[in-house]
Nanobody, 121 residues
Framework: QMRLVESGGEVVQPGGSLNLSCAASGFTLDAYAVAWFRQVPGQERVRISCINTDRSTYYHKSVNGRFTISRDNARNTAYLRITRLKPEDTAVYRC???????????????WGRGTQVTVSS
């Protein structure tokens, strides 16, 4: 099966950092762009970041420089580092893969089920 599985989400205090992982299986991730989304109950899903196969990157303005997306094709994995975490970062973080970051969200072929990030003191 072609799958994406996120990991790394946990409960963390404000100001802390987390490293989220998006591991692909059943397909080779180096041929795909990878995007990170976050979803909060009752709110619209938001694309936080995306990294293309050429490693060009895109970030939502709301992340204010605190998020860094990367990829390690040898590990068939993409990452999202979040620093200076705020309570409003609390959400389910999901990754998705598609040939291009320029694709509409609905065009992304593969989606993970998400990992929960909770920022609380």
């Amino acid at each position: 099966q072609m799958r994406l599985v996120e990991s790394g989400g946990e409960v963390v205090q404000p100001g802390g950092s987390l490293n989220l992982s998006c591991a692909a299986s059943g397909f080779t991730l180096d041929a795909y762009a990878v995007a990170w989304f976050r979803q909060v109950p009752g709110q619209e899903r938001v694309r936080i970041s995306c990294i293309n196969t050429d490693r060009s990157t895109y970030y939502h303005k709301s992340v204010n420089g605190r998020f860094t997306i990367s990829r390690d094709n040898a590990r068939n994995t993409a990452y999202l580092r979040i620093t200076r975490l705020k309570p409003e970062d609390t959400a389910v973080y999901r990754c998705a893969a598609d040939p291009l970051c320029a694709s509409f969200d609905s065009e992304f072929n593969y989606w993970g089920r998400g990992t929960q990030v909770t920022v609380s003191s």
